[in-house]
């Protein structure tokens, strides 16, 4: 089910007289509990980043030693934004 069903089903569930942070809280709550991560302008989605660190790795792995260090590089770089408020 994709973000805008998730909210849909939210959207049924408010009783009369709910308001909109109840709307908010229903949504969020939603898309939560589907395995979305909701972040803002500029953070940063830890989990993301790890896995594309991990593409970077496995290139280094599979590209032997002449990519290795580069794409060493890139991994290493990439997990440094995890640490990061960016």
């Given at each position: 089910?994709?973000?805008?069903e998730i909210i849909?089903s939210?959207?049924a569930?408010?009783?009369?007289?709910?308001?909109g942070?109840?709307f908010?809280e229903?949504?969020?709550?939603?898309?939560h509990?589907?395995?979305?991560?909701?972040?803002?302008p500029?953070?940063i989605d830890?989990?993301?980043?790890e896995k594309?660190?991990?593409?970077?790795d496995d290139?280094a792995?599979?590209?032997?030693?002449a990519?290795?260090?580069?794409?060493t590089?890139?991994a290493?770089a990439?997990?440094?934004?995890?640490?990061s408020n960016v």
């Amino acid at each position: 089910m994709g973000a805008r069903e998730i909210i849909a089903s939210a959207v049924a569930q408010l009783e009369p007289g709910d308001g909109g942070l109840v709307f908010a809280e229903k949504s969020i709550a939603a898309l939560h509990a589907a395995g979305y991560r909701i972040i803002g302008p500029d953070e940063i989605d830890r989990v993301t980043v790890e896995k594309c660190a991990a593409v970077a790795d496995d290139h280094a792995k599979a590209w032997g030693p002449a990519m290795a260090s580069p794409a060493t590089v890139i991994a290493t770089a990439i997990r440094s934004l995890r640490g990061s408020n960016v």
